[in-house]
């Protein structure tokens, strides 16, 4: 078990949903500024959506109104609800967390701003 673990990964049709969850081993993984990235071979790791300490959410413009971050600060649980999949949302995704530093503004979506990263959750989503 990683500091970071996710679960919900599938496989989904076109239009379909999901929901990823992230928990965190200790406290020391759950963070102030939390995120989800994906990832497909050969490109770089892509900033999907980020939640800090006091809820304020940011998304990459391609799931905005599609993807929902949320979090659940007793359970360590970090949540992506995912809807109106499309083939292109296809990837492995990672939960991240930048331990006790609050999110940088304008930095939520990019990776070198995060730590600690789980080991990913596969994502198939097919036409």
């Known amino acids: 078990q990683g500091n970071l673990v996710e679960s919900g990964g599938g496989s989904a049709q076109a239009g379909g949903s999901l929901t990823l969850s992230c928990t965190a081993a200790?406290?020391?993984?759950?963070?102030?500024?939390m995120a989800w990235f994906r990832q497909t071979p050969g490109k770089e790791r892509e900033g999907v959506a980020a939640i800090d300490g006091s809820g304020s959410t940011t998304y990459a413009e391609s799931v905005q109104g599609r993807f929902i971050i949320s979090k659940d600060n007793a359970k360590k649980t970090l949540n992506l609800k995912m809807s109106n999949l499309k083939p292109d949302d296809t990837a492995n995704y990672f939960c991240?967390?930048?331990?006790?530093?609050?999110?940088?503004?304008?930095?939520?979506?990019?990776?070198?701003?995060?730590?600690?990263w789980g080991q990913g959750t596969q994502v198939t989503v097919s036409s």
């Open positions: 200790t406290g020391t993984y759950w963070g102030k500024c």
């Open positions: 991240a967390s930048r331990g006790d530093f609050w999110c940088s503004l304008g930095l939520q979506l990019d990776s070198s701003e995060y730590k600690y």
